[in-house]
């Protein structure tokens, strides 16, 4: 939390009774139409964990995105649907006027240690240091708010490729101005990804994601001790099947810590 | 849908006035605790498919278990929070008495034929009926319900390996009885694998799915015309940590047609 910070003020809530929140889009996030959708999710975790019932820290968070977002203000409720002693469920609603515009669910949870084990790899990359900074996209605003460094897959609009290739992306990414991490920014950090379809066919087609997971693996003290660093993103489409495609994704801190897995499926139009 | 069927059974929906539904657990479908997981999302789903305002087919469904389901009747309520041209947003809560035991959302969609690509590799496994039943157990009672037949990565509670191995589970599954497969059975079905950390650790411990979300990647047609042929299903964690692993699977057709993906995170106690 950084008062001074774009993303801070992108996601910032101005509490209208409990649980009852007002929001403001912010030039900063700017999509093409309406805000960046990892915005969104961030601003709708945010009102969870501003709540005074909630109890326990991000374990899932799944945003649905009902339809476009206008640049203006909206609405947010919060409901805590079911506490229980170490979980607690979470049901959230954006509107703008009387429209829905986004619904989400969130589950919190008391951590305890255990046994634990990481069976993903570490992609192989050099370091974010290593790698120049990707110039972001003159007509899609949020790219200026992130420094990413692409080892593999990046848009590649000026010069498509010959033939179809992989969807795969493998970037170093960041706050643009560098933000310590948290659970807010690590929910938008999983949506930074830009379409798989643009990756695989280099080609610009209307688009929009329609459901977004993101189950975070890392407790708020590891997240914290990120600071500002680049995280290591990597992400896939499995399928492209009439309109809709999905990504998976993991995001790991430069020590290899795998602190969220990622996933989203996306509208396209052909 | 099959009316003698017992997963017909299980999911059957009593209205009670517009979006409110009345069900009943179903003995055949019964987990160590409660239910199967996997029939209370096919439930969930079944009430958006039922909903009179329904429009459109699944493309993405997340279950969010809020507690324990006992035995018993349930009440459902689905509610379209959103429709547009061509998707549909639904918002479900289950009930027994005045706590919430799940939430869903559902995303729906009208599909339409465009470019389509599929990027996953389908898994090399002999077929089905070359591979052996593996026998149900005899506390789960709903793995009697699915005829589960094993390539890879089996439970072994009675000859743990020596060491951790991977998590990768690699299966053919359908129905018992054979069942013609729809959008519920495959929601089911996305459920149907063992914790993962009973395949990793070969030990049990107490476990519970808090959030579960299937990607749709077949319309009707394209499920219907599976009839009741086994499904190649495969599995994998990506990381267990402090108390919670991640699972991602997917579920093919026999001929190569990648039907869904799914996604869970699982709470483990330690």
Same mark, same amino acid.
């Given at each position: 939390?950084?008062?001074?910070?774009?993303?801070?003020?992108?996601?910032?809530?101005?509490?209208?009774?409990?649980?009852?929140?007002?929001?403001?889009?912010?030039?900063?996030?700017? %999509?093409?139409? #309406?805000?960046?959708?990892?915005?969104?999710?961030?601003?709708? &975790?945010?009102?969870?964990?501003?709540?005074?019932?909630?109890?326990?820290?991000?374990?899932? &968070?799944?945003?649905?995105?009902?339809?476009?977002?206008?640049?203006?203000? /909206?609405?947010?409720?919060?409901?805590?649907?079911?506490?229980?002693?170490?979980?607690?469920?979470?049901? =959230?609603?954006?509107?703008?006027?009387?429209?829905?515009?986004?619904?989400?669910?969130?589950?919190?949870?008391?951590?305890?240690?255990?046994?634990?084990?990481?069976?993903?790899?570490?992609?192989?990359?050099?370091?974010?240091?290593?790698?120049?900074?990707?110039?972001? !996209?003159?007509?899609?605003?949020?790219?200026?708010?992130?420094?990413?460094?692409?080892?593999?897959?990046?848009?590649?609009?000026?010069?498509?490729?010959?033939?179809?290739?992989?969807?795969?992306? !493998?970037?170093?990414?960041?706050?643009?101005? $560098?933000?310590?991490?948290? /659970?807010?920014?690590?929910?938008?950090?999983?949506?930074?990804?830009?379409?798989?379809?643009?990756?695989?066919?280099? %080609?610009?087609?209307? +688009? #929009?994601?329609?459901?977004?997971?993101?189950?975070?693996?890392?407790? #708020?003290?590891?997240?914290?001790?990120?600071?500002?660093?680049?995280?290591?993103?990597?992400?896939?489409?499995?399928?492209?099947?009439?309109?809709?495609?999905?990504?998976?994704?993991? !995001?790991?801190? $430069?020590? #290899?810590?795998?602190?969220?897995?990622?996933?989203? +499926? =996306?509208?396209?139009?052909?």
């Amino acid at each position: 939390m950084d008062p001074h910070h774009p993303f801070d003020a992108a996601i910032r809530l101005e509490e209208q009774s409990e649980g009852h929140w007002r929001g403001h889009t912010h030039e900063a996030y700017g %999509n093409m139409v #309406g805000p960046f959708g990892g915005a969104t999710a961030a601003t709708a &975790l945010a009102a969870v964990l501003a709540h005074p019932a909630r109890q326990g820290e991000p374990i899932a &968070l799944t945003v649905n995105y009902a339809g476009p977002v206008a640049q203006g203000p /909206f609405d947010v409720e919060a409901v805590a649907v079911r506490t229980n002693r170490s979980t607690q469920h979470w049901s =959230v609603q954006m509107r703008q006027g009387a429209e829905v515009v986004a619904t989400a669910t969130a589950v919190l949870a008391t951590r305890r240690d255990t046994w634990s084990a990481v069976e993903a790899g570490f992609p192989q990359a050099p370091p974010a240091d290593a790698v120049p900074r990707t110039p972001p !996209l003159d007509r899609v605003r949020w790219t200026r708010a992130y420094d990413m460094r692409f080892v593999q897959g990046p848009l590649q609009m000026a010069t498509p490729p010959a033939a179809e290739q992989d969807s795969v992306s !493998l970037l170093w990414v960041r706050d643009e101005p $560098p933000r310590a991490l948290d /659970f807010c920014s690590l929910a938008a950090l999983c949506d930074v990804f830009f379409p798989r379809i643009f990756v695989k066919r280099a %080609n610009w087609v209307p +688009i #929009g994601t329609v459901s977004f997971t993101v189950y975070f693996h890392a407790d #708020g003290a590891t997240l914290a001790a990120m600071g500002s660093q680049h995280l290591l993103a990597h992400a896939r489409a499995q399928q492209f099947r009439n309109g809709y495609f999905d990504q998976s994704a993991e !995001l790991w801190g $430069p020590g #290899g810590e795998l602190l969220a897995v990622t996933h989203q +499926i =996306v509208y396209y139009k052909q």
